[in-house]
Nanobody
Framework: QVQLVESGGGLVQAGGSLRLSCVVSGRTFSSYAMGWIRQAPGKEREFVAAISWSGDSRVYADSVKGRFTISRDNDKNTVYLQMNSLKPEDTAVYYC??????????????WGQGTQVTVSS
C-alpha cells in the first residue's frame, strides 16, 4: 500500500507563491510517476502536472505552464509543486497522486488527502 501526505497549502494573494509538498511512504517511491491534480468547488478534477519516476519527463496543464514547476527528490520520497504568479482561478484542493505509469490523466490509483490552496484577488 502507498500512503501520500500533502502539505504547504494556504491563503495567498494573487501574484504570490506557494510550494506544495507530498511525502510518499509504503512502497519504493522512485518506482512511481507522480502527479498533481486539483479540484475547485463545483468543478471536476483537473490535471495540473506530472513527473516521471526519474524526474526526466514533466508535463503541465496549459493553464499552469510557465507558472508551476513539479519536481521530486527520490532520496526524500517527496514530490513538490512550486506555484508562482498565482491567480484566483488556481483556488482549489490540490491532491498528489501516484501511479506506475507516467501520464496526464486525472485517474490515479493512489491519492493523498488534499491540501487547500486559496488565492485572493
Amino acid at each position: 500500500q502507498v500512503q501520500l501526505v500533502e502539505s504547504g497549502g494556504g491563503l495567498v494573494q494573487a501574484g504570490g507563491s506557494l510550494r506544495l509538498s507530498c511525502v510518499v511512504s509504503g512502497r519504493t517511491f522512485s518506482s512511481y510517476a507522480m502527479g498533481w491534480i486539483r479540484q475547485a468547488p463545483g468543478k471536476e478534477r483537473e490535471f495540473v502536472a506530472a513527473i516521471s519516476w526519474s524526474g526526466d519527463s514533466r508535463v503541465y496543464a496549459d493553464s499552469v505552464k510557465g507558472r508551476f514547476t513539479i519536481s521530486r527528490d527520490n532520496d526524500k520520497n517527496t514530490v513538490y509543486l512550486q506555484m508562482n504568479s498565482l491567480k484566483p482561478e488556481d483556488t482549489a484542493v490540490y491532491y498528489c497522486a501516484a501511479d506506475s505509469e507516467y501520464h496526464r490523466r486525472t485517474e490515479y490509483p493512489y491519492w493523498g488527502q488534499g491540501t487547500q490552496v486559496t488565492v485572493s484577488s
